[in-house]
C-alpha cells in the first residue's frame, strides 16, 4: 500500500492531492517504525511548502522502498537519518549564538 502511494505522488508532482498524501501518511502512521514516522513527518511538510517536493519526494519514495523491503535494522536507520535530514532546521540568529564560557 506505501508503495504505490509514494509513486502516485511522485507522479502526480508537482500537484499533491491531499487525499493521496492523507492516505500514504495514514499508511505510514499505522506502521508506526520510526523511519515511517520520519517519512510522515516529512510528508506533512512536504504538503504544507515548508519543504520541496522536487528535493523531497524521490527521497521519501526511495525511503518508502528501503522501509517496505528491508527487515535490517542498521538500513531502516540509515534510510530514517536520511530522511530526517529533509527536516528544516530553525534559524538562528548570530545575535543569539555566544561564546562558550570557560
Do not use: F, N
Amino acid at each position: 500500500m506505501i508503495e504505490p502511494l509514494i509513486t502516485k505522488l511522485v507522479q502526480d508532482a508537482p500537484a499533491l492531492a491531499d487525499s493521496d498524501v492523507t492516505a500514504l501518511r495514514d499508511a505510514l502512521w499505522s506502521d508506526g517504525r520510526p523511519l515511517a514516522l520520519a517519512i510522515g513527518r516529512v510528508l506533512e511538510l512536504v504538503a504544507e511548502h515548508l519543504v520541496d517536493a522536487g528535493i523531497a519526494l524521490p527521497a521519501l519514495a526511495e525511503a518508502c522502498a528501503t522501509l517496505v523491503a528491508s527487515k535490517d535494522p542498521k538500513v531502516l536507520e540509515a534510510a530514517r537519518y536520511q530522511v530526517e535530514t529533509l527536516v528544516p532546521k530553525p534559524d538562528v540568529p548570530l545575535s543569539h549564538v555566544r561564546r562558550r564560557q570557560t
